[in-house]
């Protein structure tokens, strides 16, 4: 069994669901300390992070993830148990195997591999470990990068080991991930008898021409990098459940994707101005998730392009695609920030798994990346 995949089966079996870390970075700090690695855990509430550095030099490569795993779902319906893990037709199940024990694990092998041939490698390498990912994301990266932020400390690279390959490993990359913004919009008006219309205000008919505006609206045209920023609804609630009453309020839940085409004042003073044009009277309360950011082709995304194409033969795609990441906090403090990972076919799923044949290649391209880097 090759290193990268012991470590991974060790990591599964800690059940390490948000914001429990449940010892994996005390395994991580094991063999990091003897590299030649500083750690430091930076505790945040119920949530236990990890910032790790070997050099002092620039430029400074940082790997960044996430031990915590999604709970389970029902384990009767897992067909071996998520936190014991199990290779079965040429897969290793378990829960956190895609989503992201394995690229854990690869990074600390890879690096291991690096600082034994190279020593006396230029620059210096870091690790940026959290157990708030899958949660509210408010104790683990974020206070990490604002205290880096204080100390001055600079990253010039990071890359990020979420899922992002689609059909195999390395078919693409994440070089950006589009903000999301959700509005809870409730349009007022007065509550009667639905026989007497004239007695009453109804809600919904006055908020239909507005949401109408609102779906059909073209908000940017996105760019090179991103698709056209998406405005969705995701709920409507209305009514009081009887079918002779006007109600008093409906409320609609909504949420933007968007791109670095739009900003978040601009989207919000749209939305206001749609409403505001239909007469409607309304109260709405936002909600900004997360910023978007972008990383442009660079020097990180040339290197572990090439590392790809060495071992697999595949020239990788960028994409922005998908949800939110830590990688937007990275971003604030980090010039250039890339995800990248194993297949994401089966993350967050029952049975979750990830190729056994991906592993040890996995590890490697991220060993090609230091080299590409830091040689």
Not at 72 to 96: M, N
Not at 127 to 151: M, N, W, Y
Not at 191 to 219: D, M, R, S
């Amino acid at each position: 069994m090759s290193k990268t995949l012991a470590l991974t089966q060790e990591l599964i079996s800690l059940s390490s669901v948000t914001p429990h870390d449940k010892g994996c970075q005390a395994r991580l700090i094991e063999l990091l300390s003897p590299l030649g690695f500083t750690c430091e855990t930076i505790q945040s509430g119920d949530v236990t992070n990890l910032w790790a550095r070997k050099g002092q030099t620039q430029p400074l490569l940082v790997f960044a993830g996430h031990t915590d795993v999604v709970p389970t779902g029902p384990l009767e319906q897992w067909q071996s148990h998520p936190f014991a893990p199990t290779q079965r037709d040429g897969r290793l199940y378990g829960r956190g195997a895609a989503d992201m024990k394995t690229s854990i694990a690869a990074m600390v092998v890879a690096c291991e591999e690096f600082i034994g041939a190279h020593p006396q490698h230029q620059g210096s390498i870091g690790f940026l470990i959290t157990s708030d990912e899958e949660g509210p994301a408010t104790d683990g990266t974020v206070v990490v990068c604002e205290q880096l932020k204080q100390r001055g400390e600079q990253l010039d690279y990071c890359i990020v080991g979420e899922p992002t390959s689609a059909k195999q490993l390395g078919d693409m990359i994440k070089n950006g991930r589009r903000g999301t913004m959700s509005g809870k919009l409730t349009v007022k008006g007065i509550q009667g008898h639905i026989a007497y219309p004239q007695l009453a205000k109804n809600p919904i008919h006055l908020a239909a021409p507005a949401l109408a505006q609102l779906v059909a609206e073209k908000w940017d045209d996105g760019n090179e990098y991103y698709l056209p920023t998406s405005w969705q609804m995701s709920n409507i609630h209305g009514g009081t459940g009887a079918s002779n009453v006007i109600p008093g309020e409906v409320v609609i839940d909504f949420n933007f994707r968007f791109s670095t085409a739009s900003t978040v004042d601009g989207l919000q003073q749209r939305v206001h101005a749609i409403l505001d044009q239909h007469g409607v009277e309304y109260d709405l309360k936002w909600t900004v998730g997360g910023l978007p950011f972008l990383t442009p082709r660079g020097n990180l995304s040339t290197a572990l392009s090439a590392a790809i194409k060495s071992e697999t033969g595949i020239e990788t795609e960028l994409s922005t695609t998908g949800g939110t990441s830590d990688g937007r906090f990275i971003a604030q403090i980090c010039p250039q920030v890339i995800e990248f990972g194993p297949p994401n076919d089966s993350i967050h799923k029952i049975d979750e798994n990830v190729e056994i044949r991906y592993i040890d290649p996995l590890k490697n391209i991220y060993r090609r990346t230091l080299e590409n880097l830091l040689l």
